[in-house]
């Protein structure tokens, strides 16, 4: 009887323990944003946290968003990958065999004579788009097969991307573990951030100033020593105080910004070329998607308008997510028209 009791009393307390808490009773290195009222996690242990991915709180959506993130890239990955074997397949490809076999079938056929006739068209029809399919192999693939162009730019991109979103998705979930862990995955955080930001910028530079060494190693080792100098600058005490969000926005945005440089530049080197053009229309776009983010995390909309209406869904770091990956969204169509461009065209 005593046991069964003390049983009871020990998952009650379990339960209690385990509840969302309000703004109010967060310790102080948890407070961040007053406008979310409730559905807290606070210093849960890390089973529960783990578990945490699968129960509605203020932070199941972050998470969950860039969960599907990290798994859509790793898709676009595989995509990009099997794009590179094209080559393989078209040179594995019998071309011949596929023209005798079609032809040979027909003599099984009952003796017409408009059919021999149809048989010998086919054989011309049949000649013609082999050779015509010859001619586009050599014309416009053969070229792949022969010298593509690095991909590695373009992994380096891909990488900095998962890394900020796994980045991203630790810190959501394990942050109000303890202050010692929320001081590390918010640094995890910051970096992933830092190095979304320097990577993208290796497709365009590279891809853009591949006939030029001294201009790609300028801008390329430009925005990588701002990402290192933005990792240190959030090792600094106080980086991630609510005070510095401004600051924290500020310092991404102005990284992303600088990319404008190297984007003129292009322009000015290749304002005759659709390719410049329909690279830089992408990048105009990224730049708003990643401004609108920035802004909207710095300004705390909309739950600043109804503080405790966007707690579970609708609040602006999830606004901020989405804007993130429609970004780096819109940066990997802008890299598949680079790689087309320099596929085709070289140097
Ligand atoms: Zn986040």
């Known amino acids: 009887m005593e046991n069964s009791k003390g049983e009871k009393g020990k998952r009650l307390w379990k339960k ?12 102080g290195y948890l407070r961040d944003n007053e406008y ?14 783990l578990l945490s991915i699968f129960s509605i709180h203020n932070e199941t959506l972050n998470v969950w968003a860039f969960i599907q993130s990290i798994l859509v890239i ?6 990009v990958h099997d794009h590179l074997e094209l080559h393989d397949i078209l040179r594995k490809a019998d071309l011949h065999k596929l023209h005798s ?7 099984s056929l009952p003796n017409m004579s408009d059919l021999y006739k149809f048989q010998d068209e086919l054989k011309t ?15 416009i693939i053969a070229p792949l097969m022969v010298r593509p162009i690095t991909r590695w730019p373009f992994f380096t991109f891909l990488g900095g991307a998962m890394f900020c979103l796994l980045a991203s998705s630790a810190c959501h979930l394990l942050s109000c573990h303890s202050e010692c862990i929320s001081y590390i995955v918010r640094r995890l955080d910051y970096a992933g951030i830092a190095a979304l930001i320097s990577t993208s910028f290796y497709p365009p530079v590279y891809y853009s100033f591949i006939c030029d ?3 790609c190693r300028l801008y390329l080792g430009f925005i990588t020593i701002l990402g290192v100098v933005a990792i240190l600058f959030s090792f600094l005490a106080g980086f991630h105080r609510p005070k ?16 404008i440089a190297p984007i003129i530049h292009k322009l000015i080197l290749f304002w005759h070329q659709p390719e410049a053009l329909h690279t830089t229309f992408y990048e105009v776009l990224m730049g708003i998607l990643y401004g609108t983010g920035a802004f909207v995390y710095a300004a705390r909309i909309p739950e600043q308008w109804m503080p405790g209406k966007f707690d579970i869904a609708g609040h602006s770091h999830q606004l901020f997510h989405i804007l993130v990956v429609a970004g780096a969204y ?13 596929d085709q065209h070289g140097c």
């Open 125 to 139: 029809s049949i000649s013609g788009w082999h050779r015509s399919m010859k001619e586009d192999v050599t014309n």
């Open 36 to 49: 979310i009222v409730g559905h807290y996690k606070s210093e849960w242990p890390m089973k529960q946290l």
């Open 16 to 27: 209690v323990k385990y509840q969302l808490v309000e703004y109010h009773s967060l310790p």
């Open 74 to 79: 790793t898709n676009v990955r595989v995509q």
């Open 244 to 259: 510095f969000r401004t600051l924290r926005a500020s310092l991404f945005f102005g990284m992303g910004m600088s990319s």
């Open 330 to 342: 819109t940066h990997y169509r802008a890299g598949l028209v680079y790689l087309e461009w320099r």
């Open 213 to 215: 060494p001294f201009f």
């Open 101 to 107: 076999e079609l032809v040979t079938c027909f003599p």
